[in-house]
């Protein structure tokens, strides 16, 4: 995946405003902060780890959000999204993303704790000419004061959940719920830590009647989390030259891995989304001959599967799957 010109222009055009050893400086602080994960403090608080994160953080976190989006449409190939309430917002990477996959899109409400990233996204909607940005509600809101919100077909929280305390994540979620009308997207590093968000925010969600979409193809206690393991995935991005000098390293990619809930709004979209499939939940092991799967089931357990070249038209579909992707129940058998 690689991210749009014109915001990889947008990037530039930020970062070369910032004196280079400054920037490098910053991009290690962040990496620092992000390692530690003590939200106690803001994580930016200068304009050189503004640029910082704008270079080496949200073409990951965009990257994981367009990919969830994706998710959405295959799963749910006919619940338009008309708008979109995106919750500590940063600079708008949610709804970035957002655009590039839901072509029913048509308003957007930001909330962002950080007048300063609020500034900058209407800056780059203005410089892109992205009419939805450019009419979107960009609002100041500490999400820890208590959070009023109108619905919204889609709500995201993207990389922010878990840079609350537990008590104000909590309540932020129960609220985010209510405002969804049809989808609820929670977006968190794939950490143990993003994923144990995630989880105790999938049990809450399941108690209010959420229909979990993706990843989980059921909606019983989480099988990875009940043998002391970690459900994530993998979002592979193209690295500009500047990330590879910021971030040291050769690849022309990086990985940015990430846990993530859809949750829908079950009687509102009962017919809509697709019956649940089981998903590859490990990297699929590609030997000579044969393809091993990992999958989390819709019984809500997790097997070992095999596909071997004697089976042609599974062998073929399964040296094409992902990490992440499902892989049809009638192999199950
Ligand atoms: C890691 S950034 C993620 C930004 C964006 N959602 C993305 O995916 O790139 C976390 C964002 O949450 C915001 N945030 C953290 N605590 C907040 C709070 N209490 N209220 C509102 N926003 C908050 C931060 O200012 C920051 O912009």
Known sequence: MRLPAELLDAIQRETDKVDRRKLVQATTQLAEYYKAADFSTPAIATEAQRAAYLAVRLPATFGAARRVFSEIRSRAPH???????????????????AVEEFQTLQQATLLEADAQWLTLGKRWAAQIQLPIAQEAQWLQQDLR????????????????LGELPQAAAEAVLRKAWS????FLVLIEPGTRRGFAAVNAARSALI???AMIVAPCPHQSACPMAAAGDWCHFSQRLERTSQHRQLK????GYEDEKFSYLIAAKAGVLQGDVLPSQPRIVRHPGKHSGHVQFSLCTP??????RTVTRSSKAAYKAARK???????????MA
């Open 145 to 160: 004061s208590g959070l009023t919100c109108k619905a919204h077909d889609l709500v995201v929280i993207s990389y922010a």
């Open 321 to 331: 799957a992902e990490w992440g992707d499902t892989w049809p129940d009638s192999t």
């Open 179 to 182: 405002c969804a009308s049809k």
């Open 248 to 251: 040291g390293g050769e690849l």
């Open 79 to 97: 619940a338009d999204v008309g708008s979109l309430l995106d919750l500590g917002a940063g600079p708008g990477t949610a709804l970035f993303a």
């Open 207 to 209: 108690a209010n009647a």
């Open 299 to 304: 019984q809500g357990g997790i097997v070992s």
